[in-house]
């Protein structure tokens, strides 16, 4: 460094050095403001006029120095020369009771959602089966009107013969006409009990189709038969409808209904007679239906013969 060299920055001029500029340096003197980023000698009078303060050992750090080594940082953390914003950050966490706390926090709700997704499935469920049963209902019924708009008198039996318990009757097939024709079949109405369903069921029976008399005479057994065992012949085919406590048939005759096993609105008491051999006007139908199912109570149903021509007053 020779005697032009410009100073460190920082650094003091020896006394009587020339400046830069041409001129002497100033002399500073004792109340000469300090350099910055330099402390004050101990004892030294602030340039406001009051003495310095002493910084003791638990002091603020100036602005921009580091702390020293192994000190503790007011978050709790030590402090390092390097990285140590990263490690005050990677070692907060949470503490024993606020995981204890959201642990249970987890757990209510977990068991919440369950007992709400059960309930939904239960009620699915229900409401599945009370549509099914409403649905297998409303079959019976068109199956029931289906059975009596096909009725056909045979001249051999009787069309429509009720006891109080089995409904037989003597029906067509639907798609059966003058010129070609299957046979006739016989159809079987019954309350029965099962094993395999809770209470007596509604079920319905029938034949294959027959042609000849003596085929129809045991078909007309064999529905005798079912009702008293309730077992199926292979030959023959029988299906639960739908739970009944009980049932009854009014037969519509002239101007009245009456109990088909009764005189009143019939020609004559019990059953009808091959000689009688009409199909009554209207046949009423009441269903007690067991409680506990998609509907429940008294049902009627009323089904008119197709064709009835209106009276004549």
Excluded at 11 to 27: C, M, Q, R, Y
Excluded at 197 to 212: D, F, I, K
Excluded at 277 to 302: A, E, H, M
Aim: proline letters at 9%; aromatic letters at 6%.
């Amino acid at each position: 460094m020779g005697p032009h060299a410009p100073p460190l920055r920082g650094s003091l001029p020896p006394e009587g050095a020339v400046s830069p500029w041409g001129g002497p340096t100033a002399d500073r003197g004792p109340h000469a403001p300090p350099l910055r980023g330099s402390l004050p000698p101990e004892g030294a009078v602030s340039p406001w006029g009051g003495p310095t303060a002493d910084r003791g050992p638990h002091a603020p750090p100036l602005r921009g120095s580091l702390p020293p080594e192994g000190a503790v940082s007011p978050w709790g953390c030590p402090t390092a020369k390097r990285g140590f914003w990263q490690r005050c950050r990677h070692q907060a966490g949470f503490t024993l009771i606020e995981l204890l706390v959201a642990l249970a926090v987890m757990s209510m709700l977990a068991i919440l959602s369950w007992r709400s997704i059960d309930g939904m499935n239960r009620t699915q469920t229900l409401t599945q089966q009370r549509a099914d049963e409403l649905l297998r209902l409303q079959a019976a019924l068109g199956q029931w009107h289906a059975d009596l708009d096909a009725v056909v008198n045979t001249d051999e039996l009787n069309p429509l013969q009720f006891d109080g318990k089995l409904l037989r009757m003597t029906r067509r097939d639907s798609g059966d006409n003058g010129l070609n024709s299957a046979g006739v079949r016989v159809v079987a109405w019954s309350r029965l009990g099962r094993a395999d369903a809770p209470g007596a069921q509604w079920m319905r029976w029938q034949s294959a189709p027959v042609q000849r008399r003596n085929e129809l005479a045991e078909a007309w057994q064999r529905a005798a038969e079912w009702a008293a065992s309730g077992a199926a012949d292979g030959r023959d085919s029988a299906v639960a409808l739908a739970g009944i406590d009980q049932w009854q048939l009014f037969y519509h005759r002239g101007e009245t209904w009456g109990n088909s096993l009764s005189s009143v609105g019939n020609e004559s008491a019990g059953v009808l007679t091959v000689s009688e051999g009409s199909i009554p006007n209207g046949v009423r139908l009441v269903l007690t239906l067991t409680p506990g199912q998609g509907l429940s109570g008294i049902l009627v149903r009323d089904w008119v013969r197709p064709t009835l021509q209106a009276g004549r007053t």
